[in-house]
């Protein structure tokens, strides 16, 4: 077995020392029912070639999504990748180490995190950030937990606009803990209606820009009123990319703000492993979840980075920990580090407004199709559209031309009554055959 | 509330503050400022292709930020250097052995990196429709069955992000099975022993904790656990082989005594690689156990992350797991994604999509690699390497439970070191400059100045020995009264000993332009 280095006669060697004559000496204290005499009803081992092809067959059947035209989003994006990016993060030192649990031969992973952080507060526009989280939607999670325990009160607003993906898993995650989640009715325009539904209890408000929808929103008033209430305001953003060209949440007044950050870095990976952001404002620090990593000199004065304010955490709290987390997104993380650190605010300006660009002009493409509607006016690179037929019916009928044409509204919520409307991304990545691909494909089957 | 920048620097970069000891380049060792430090203001080392779009004019109704994100750039060559440097300022499994207790490093094989990076894993949709990846759910489905079987129990669910997430999603469809009895209780039991992410999972699902005394000889205390279980118990959590590196023993009894007070087992299998392929979790009573897939399957831990929890769930308990829901039918792989039909008693969903798919792939080109057979031998060699250093080292050091063989992990404490002047964490640091990463430390807290060394099955004979005679030849040193090498060490580590206390008085988490 190529992965063991033990030969039998090390085997011999070793339990000769121990003082035991067989393996299954070390094995005394399974009880005998639970002891199994041989191997489970499993495959026996297999080659690498072996390998490769069992898990090459499986990954044939699916349709890769930079095979053809692709337009999904909702939360999950793809872009580009510099090649450095994949090759950097495979540097045995940074994927074959453990939490930088001993910061003396862990500066590379912790220096990595400092600037991680950096870019991330940088982004967010607020003065303190963590070493990651697992996803946007437990950062979110994580984030109205939080201000239940800032404010000592019961009960969060997530607005419509929310990705109800990270609705539910607030919800999963908030209710258990005993607080009571209003989920508002998904609308393109959904946040027009979340300062009505502040009131005195109101722990905090979640809203999502650019939201599920696609739709941009200047969440300063509901900051204001949020506040008035003495509640926090949420914000999260699931492209992170679009941070790029827009007002950044702690502009806008956020106290805590959360966002996916697979875009920048990460491939699509069919969902996971993704990389969640987390910021908030300093005076909330001491409720954060999660790693921080800070500054420190050593014993010769020279600067250094550790793991710190630990005492939030689980290893040292237990029960009274801000949160379970302990494993995170690190690798991701440094993903996300690289690619940033490669694209620079510059760079990252330019892919922005790129983006947008491609939206619009696939927008304007669809607009020009009869029975087509678009529903979000001010968008990012995603918007909503309507369609006569219900969506998830066109998008499979599109598949079988070859066209992943983007994301049934239903497929996320199948409750909302939105069955004809679809979500449409577009990104640097798109082409303008992949438009012309989409607008055929769609006219083609509207009018069929 | 004004926008956070990062700021440029108001200061020449090259002007020397005489304050700070100059940086240190030893041999192959280079120094590394943070990219903050070295300028790039308006620099990009990624092109684009913006051929024929108008960029200049966004349609954002005034939503769009003044200008950039102040972050410096880096061209490609420079942004290699920068990583490649910072990366060898880190220890590696791929260096040398790497003995971090309850964490399982063991190697990771570059197949898993290569498959997971496939085009028809790497680069699919979450949400394409369910047709055109039939093959991604091909990969969870045959996760599952592996699983289940070497676990012995019914149904999965894949989708925690990690260890602890794993723990709550178990402890959820605990809480779901008793509230759908009308028989909401309110306290989980947890050993003193146990990892700190039980008793803070058992809180975020609500639950108030109880701790469980442990004997004498590391096992739970089985008089304790009869007289503190009752009706208010949901469950009771017992990490198995536990974080001592011991089998619990009496883990069947565990089991009926728990069962009997209408509480359900839940096991922290995050050394499940010191019996995977020996025992089923199932044939011990267990109801409920998460499994690390960056542990025991080998996905790679990436300096912190990402890991796959995924838990395993006896049937009583399947009907509250999380959604998505995986389900056969006409169409062939389906996955239900919402609490209705099969899954109407769901939890609800715990993360956005499906899970860690990238971590499935690795975990399942393990597998694949190992079969039933490797798997099984994985365990045994686990168990026989600790054991191994257990019995070099225990002539010397003083193992926390000498008496009867330990599982994959060897618990010393420091009573060997009484009266010498140096701690476990002194003789920890002095493993660095020895050339290997210390073991866990002051980890479980139920030993005093605990030391936990987890070798794992990948490790050869040769590095073993590497090791034990390392630590043999410290301890030596200890016993000759060489406190100095103790307390200064690391002195061959690319920093000395970090100020901790400095880092959390005045904590610095991002960097600030310096002042003009
Ligand atoms: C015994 C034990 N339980 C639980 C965990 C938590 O797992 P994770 O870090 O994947 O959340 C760990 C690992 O850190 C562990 O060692």
Redesign the interface.
Same mark, same amino acid.
């Given at each position: 077995?190529?992965?063991?280095?033990?030969m039998p006669a090390?085997?011999a +060697?070793?339990?000769a020392? /121990?003082?035991?004559d067989h393996?299954d000496?070390?094995?005394?204290?399974?009880?005998p029912?639970?002891?199994?005499a041989g191997?489970?009803?499993?495959?026996?081992?297999?080659s690498?070639l072996?390998?490769?092809r069992?898990?090459?067959?499986?990954?044939?059947?699916?349709?890769?999504?930079?095979?053809g035209p692709?337009f999904?989003g909702?939360?999950?994006y793809?872009h580009h990748v510099?090649a450095?990016v994949?090759h950097? /993060? +495979?540097?045995?030192?940074?994927?074959?180490?453990?939490?930088?649990?001993?910061?003396?031969?862990?500066?590379?992973?912790l220096?990595?995190l400092?600037?991680f952080?950096? +870019?991330v507060?940088?982004?967010l526009?607020?003065?303190?950030?963590n070493?990651?989280m697992?996803?946007?939607?437990?950062a979110c999670a994580e984030a109205v937990?939080m201000a239940a325990r800032v404010t000592r009160r019961r009960k969060t607003v997530l607005s419509g606009g929310l990705?109800p993906?990270?609705g539910?898993?607030t919800?999963?995650?908030a209710h258990?803990?005993?607080i009571e989640v209003h989920r508002l009715a998904a609308a393109v325009d959904a946040e027009a209606a979340v300062i009505a539904a502040i009131d005195a209890d109101t722990a905090c408000v979640v809203v999502q820009t650019p939201n599920v929808f696609g739709s941009?929103?200047?969440v300063t008033a509901i900051?204001e009123a949020a506040h008035a209430a003495g509640a926090l305001l949420v914000v999260v953003t699931t492209e992170a990319v679009s941070?790029?060209?827009?007002?950044?949440p702690?502009?806008?007044?956020a106290d805590i703000a959360v966002a996916?950050g697979q875009s920048i870095g990460n491939?699509?990976?069919?969902?996971?492993?993704y990389?969640g952001l987390f910021a908030c404002t300093e005076k909330l620090?001491r409720q954060a979840p999660g790693?921080?990593?800070?500054?420190?000199?050593?014993?010769?004065?020279?600067?250094?980075?550790?793991l710190?304010?630990s005492?939030r955490?689980?290893?040292?709290?237990?029960?009274?920990?801000t949160?379970? /987390?302990?494993?995170?997104?690190?690798?991701?993380?440094?993903a996300f580090s /690289?690619h940033?650190?490669?694209?620079?605010?510059?760079?990252?300006?330019?892919?922005a407004?790129?983006n947008?660009?491609?939206a619009?002009?696939t927008r304007d493409a669809l607009a020009a199709i009869p029975g087509v509607e678009i529903l979000t006016p001010?968008f990012?690179n995603e918007f909503a559209v309507r369609l006569p037929r219900p969506a998830a019916e066109v998008?499979?009928a599109l598949?079988r031309w070859d066209v992943?044409a983007g994301?049934p509204f239903s497929?996320?919520d199948?409750a909302a009554g939105l069955d004809d409307l679809l979500l449409v991304c577009a990104t640097?990545t798109t082409t303008?055959e992949d438009i012309e691909a989409l607008t055929e494909a769609l006219s083609a089957e509207i009018a069929a | 509330?004004?926008?956070?920048?990062?700021g440029r620097p108001t200061r020449p970069l090259d002007s020397v503050d005489a304050s700070?000891?100059a940086?240190?380049a030893r041999g192959l060792q280079q120094e590394?400022p943070?990219?903050?430090d070295r300028g790039?203001?308006?620099?990009?080392?990624?092109d684009?292709?913006?051929g024929?779009?108008?960029?200049s004019a966004?349609?954002?109704?005034?939503?769009?930020?003044a200008?950039?994100?102040?972050?410096?750039?880096?061209s490609?060559p420079e942004?290699?250097r !920068?990583?490649?440097r910072?990366?060898?300022?880190?220890?590696?499994?791929?260096?040398a052995l790497?003995p971090?207790g309850s964490?399982t490093?063991k190697?990771?094989?570059r197949?898993g990196?290569?498959?997971a990076?496939?085009?028809?894993?790497?680069?699919?949709?979450?949400?394409?429709?369910q047709?055109?990846?039939?093959?991604?759910l091909?990969?969870m489905d045959?996760l599952a069955h592996?699983l289940k079987?070497?676990t012995g129990l019914p149904a999965v669910a894949l989708s925690p992000?990690?260890?602890?997430?794993g723990?709550?999603c178990g402890l959820?469809a605990i809480?779901g099975a008793h509230e759908a009895r009308g028989d909401a209780r309110s306290t989980v039991l947890v050993p003193t022993s146990a990892?700190?992410?039980n008793?803070?999972?058992?809180?975020?699902?609500?639950y108030q904790?109880r701790e469980i005394a442990q004997t004498a000889d590391g096992r739970v205390d089985l008089t304790d656990l009869a007289a503190r279980l009752g009706p208010d118990v949901a469950a009771v959590m017992v990490t198995n082989p536990n974080t001592c590196g011991?089998?619990?023993?009496d883990?069947?009894e565990i089991a009926r005594l728990t069962h009997e007070a209408g509480a359900y087992f839940y096991c922290d299998g995050a050394n499940f690689n010191a019996?995977v392929?020996?025992?089923?979790p199932a044939?011990?009573g267990v109801d409920a156990m998460h499994i690390?897939l960056?542990k025991t399957f080998s996905t790679?831990?990436?300096?912190?992350?990402?890991?796959?929890g995924p838990v395993v769930l006896s049937a009583a308990l399947a009907p509250y797991a999380?959604?998505p829901w995986l389900v056969h039918d006409e169409a062939g792989l389906r996955l239900e994604? !919402?609490s209705?039909g099969e899954a109407a008693a769901s939890?609800?969903?715990?993360?956005?999509?499906?899970?860690?798919?990238?971590?499935y792939?690795r975990a399942?080109?393990y597998?694949?690699?190992?079969?039933?057979?490797?798997?099984?031998?994985?365990a045994?060699?686990a168990?026989?390497?600790a054991?191994?250093i *257990?019995?070099?080292l225990s002539g010397v050091m003083s193992a926390a439970f000498p008496d009867?063989?330990c599982?994959h992990e060897a618990l010393f404490d420091d009573a060997w070191l009484e009266g010498t002047e140096v701690t476990t964490l002194d003789f920890? *640091?002095a493993m660095?400059d020895e050339g290997f990463?210390?073991m866990t430390m002051y980890?479980p807290l139920v030993v005093h100045g605990a030391m936990l060394i987890e070798p794992t099955?990948?490790?050869?004979?040769r590095?073993l020995d590497r090791f034990c005679d390392a630590l043999l030849r410290l301890a030596a040193a200890v016993r000759a009264g060489d406190v100095e090498r103790f307390r200064?060490a690391?002195v061959h580590?690319?920093?000395?000993?970090?100020?901790?206390t400095?880092?959390?008085r005045r904590?610095?988490?991002?960097?600030t332009a310096p002042a003009a």
């Open positions: 077995m190529r992965y063991q280095p033990l090390d085997r +060697q070793m339990l020392v /121990i003082g035991v393996v000496d070390l094995f005394v204290d399974v009880p029912v639970a002891r199994l191997p489970v009803d499993l495959p026996a081992h297999a690498e072996a390998v490769e069992a898990l090459g067959r499986m990954a044939g059947r699916n349709r890769v999504a930079g095979s692709f999904c909702a939360g999950a793809r510099p450095s994949d950097l /993060i +495979q540097r045995s030192e940074f994927l074959t180490s453990y939490t930088p649990y001993q910061p003396e031969i862990a500066q590379g992973t220096q990595v400092f600037e952080q950096t +870019q507060a940088a982004l526009g607020l003065p303190v950030a070493a990651s697992y996803d946007g939607s437990t937990l990705h993906h990270y539910a898993t919800h999963t995650l258990s803990a005993g941009v929103t200047d900051a941070l790029g060209l827009l007002k950044s702690g502009e806008m007044g996916e491939g699509l990976n069919f969902g996971g492993p990389v620090l790693r921080l990593c800070g500054e420190t000199v050593d014993a010769e004065g020279r600067r250094g980075f550790v710190t304010l005492t955490e689980q290893h040292i709290r237990r029960d009274k920990a949160s379970n /987390i302990c494993t995170n997104s690190g690798l991701c993380a440094l /690289i940033m650190s490669l694209l620079g605010g510059a760079g990252l300006a330019t892919l407004r790129l947008h660009a491609r619009r002009r001010r990012f998008v499979e598949a992943l994301v497929r996320l199948p640097e303008a | 509330m004004s926008p956070v920048n990062v700070v000891p940086p240190r590394e943070l990219i903050f790039g203001w308006g620099k990009s080392g990624v684009f292709e913006t024929g779009e108008d960029l966004p349609d954002l109704a005034g939503l769009e930020r200008g950039p994100v102040e972050l410096p750039g880096l490609e942004a290699l !920068h990583y490649v910072l990366s060898q300022k880190n220890h590696a499994i791929d260096l790497y971090l964490c490093m190697h990771n094989p197949l990196e290569k498959m990076r496939l085009p028809g894993f790497i680069d699919i949709h979450p949400l394409q429709p047709s055109t990846v039939q093959g991604a091909e990969v045959t592996w079987t070497l992000k990690a260890g602890a997430q723990e709550l959820l809480r990892h700190g992410t008793p803070a999972s058992a809180a975020q699902a609500g904790l011991l089998f619990e023993r883990v069947v019996i392929g020996r025992v089923r044939d011990l690390n960056h790679p831990h990436g300096g912190g992350g990402p890991g796959a999380p959604t994604e !919402h209705r939890q609800g969903r715990i993360c956005a999509f499906h899970g860690q798919m990238g971590m792939v399942l080109s597998m694949f690699s190992h079969g039933s057979d490797g798997l099984r031998q994985v045994e060699d168990v026989l390497n054991n191994y *257990k019995a070099r009867g063989p599982m920890a *640091k660095i990463h210390p980890f099955e990948t490790e050869s004979r590095e200064q690391p580590a690319p920093l000395r000993r970090l100020d901790e400095l880092a959390a904590p610095r988490l991002r960097w």
